[in-house]
């Protein structure tokens, strides 16, 4: 990924003031957000973890940029402390193994969406691939739109973190994240970066976005973890 914050992909100025809208957006919602049961089931047990409530349609949240993604420009890179660095392009990340899976999609704003079914390559696979180091501990993640996220390479092993390019059997849309983003089902959905362009392993953790911003940085969504 040749992620570079003036370049012309992201418009530096115009990006930032879309960036401060998002921020105060969520900050305005932060204020009004009614803590919740979540939704039972009907044996009592919960259907949503606490605050959540279940929606069937997808909801879309990014900081306002979409980027531009000429396919022939499109590459994925993985640096950090592996053994190969790579940098896929479409058709070699197409040529990874693929995999099929259902999870659950939850949001900091509250809404919940269950058994997505997701076909992408599993995380664990492109580490795999670059071979990671054992001094390896963290994983940061880079966006074309300028996000990014971090996670710990513990979490970012799990078996449902997957690099996806189709929801319900279709390609993934542009505005979720083609043509390719990751899925965190077990963590707050801002873990799951679209566009994502870059995967670095590391040995000591950095903030992303909204973790820089507040956010929690373990975002568990059982615990009500929303906050940091
Ligand atoms: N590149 C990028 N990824 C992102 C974001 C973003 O602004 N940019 N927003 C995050 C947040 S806060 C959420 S809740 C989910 C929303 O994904 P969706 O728009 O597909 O529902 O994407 C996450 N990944
Ligand atoms: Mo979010």
């Not at 803590?35 to 990014?62: A, I, S, Y």
């Not at 058709?91 to 193994?97: G, W």
């Not at 996670?151 to 279709?170: F, I, N, Q, S, Y």
Request: charged residues 30%.
């Amino acid at each position: 990924m040749q992620y570079d914050p003036n370049s012309k992909r992201i418009k530096g100025r115009e990006a930032l003031a879309k960036y401060r809208k998002a921020i105060q957006e969520k900050q305005k919602w932060e204020g009004e957000y009614p803590m919740g049961e979540g939704e039972l089931n009907r044996d009592g047990n919960p259907k949503t973890p606490p605050g959540q409530r279940l929606v069937t349609n997808w909801p879309v949240l990014d900081l306002g940029v979409l980027p531009e993604m000429p396919m022939e420009h499109w590459s994925l890179t993985v640096t950090g402390l592996v053994k190969h660095e790579k940098t896929y392009t479409w058709e070699d990340f197409m040529a990874l193994p693929q995999t099929e899976d259902t999870s659950d999609f939850h949001c900091v704003t509250s809404w919940s969406r269950l058994d997505n079914h997701w076909k992408g390559v599993k995380f664990a696979e492109i580490a795999k691939q670059s071979e990671v180091l054992p001094n390896a501990k963290y994983v940061f993640f880079k966006a074309y739109d300028g996000y990014s996220t971090n996670l710990p390479l513990e979490e970012a092993m799990k078996d449902d973190v997957m690099l996806v390019h189709e929801w319900e059997g279709k390609p993934l849309s542009k505005e979720h994240g083609a043509p390719l983003r990751m899925i965190t089902p077990q963590l707050y959905a801002w873990k799951g970066a679209k566009w994502i362009g870059e995967i670095i392993f590391r040995e000591k953790d950095e903030l992303g976005f909204w973790e820089l911003r507040g956010y929690s940085n373990t975002a568990e969504p059982w615990l009500n973890d929303r906050y940091s």
